[in-house]
């Protein structure tokens, strides 16, 4: 018992979120495990038909979905409420064409863009200025995701039913993921330079 008093103690002391942002936080916690999840889906269907980049840019959309969650996760538990993990809504498992694959997924972008802004809203009517300015992050993302998944569809309606363009485009989007992942290991290479040249400096200092 005196541990977890002492524990409490120990917590960081910034004020706490109210329940109502805290229920917001966590109902859009569960939205981006569900994207995650319909994007693992689509990844899937996209494999077994043979689109291997379709697939592989599923996939990592599916892993963003994921780190999206995890920060709220984090941010939500260190504010001093708790994140709930619940039961999902199970993705759709099969499409009739890719073509209505990358619509579902542009749907369900705009869907999040209006949950993040509905969200954000919430936050400035109780005044929660933290919370607002953490949010400015997802607000950004969401312009980018809208703005990929948009070119994508109308890279696809160029397309049309021609087989060689969806050769053509399978192949690109493949390219387009992997120089995406390379320049984010390279980002997380500078970021850890960065620190590293960071506690030298403060050893540096300390010592001199
Ligand atoms: Fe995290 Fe694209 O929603």
């Known amino acids: 018992m ?9 917590k960081k002391t910034h004020i706490m979120l109210s329940k109502n942002i805290e229920a917001a936080l966590n ?40 780190a999206h969650m995890l920060k709220l996760v984090k941010y939500v ?10 039961d999902l809504k199970a993705p759709k498992t099969s499409y009739s064409t890719f073509k209505e ?5 542009y749907n369900h972008e705009i869907f999040v863009s ?5 969200l954000v809203h919430i936050t400035f009517e109780e005044k929660d200025y933290a919370t607002h300015n953490f949010l400015q992050w997802y607000v950004a993302e969401q312009i980018e995701e809208e703005a990929t998944a948009k070119s994508i569809l109308d890279k696809i309606n160029l397309i049309g039913d021609d087989k060689g363009g969806l050769y053509l485009f399978d192949r690109d989007i493949q390219q387009l993921t992997v120089q995406a992942l390379s320049l984010l290991t390279q980002n997380k290479k500078v970021k850890v330079y960065l620190e590293y040249l960071k506690i030298t400096l403060f050893f540096y200092i300390c010592l001199c």
């Open 101 to 105: 694959m990358f619509e579902a997924l």
């Open 114 to 118: 209006e949950s993040i802004n509905e």
């Open 27 to 66: 109902k859009q916690i569960r939205i981006e495990a569900e994207s995650s999840q319909t994007y693992l889906s689509m990844a899937c269907w996209a494999e077994v038909h043979g689109l291997e980049g379709i697939a592989q840019f599923m996939y990592t959309q599916s892993d963003e979905e994921r």
């Open 2 to 10: 005196e541990w977890i008093i002492f524990f409490n103690f120990t």
């Open 77 to 86: 538990n260190e504010r001093g409420g708790h994140a709930q993990i619940t």
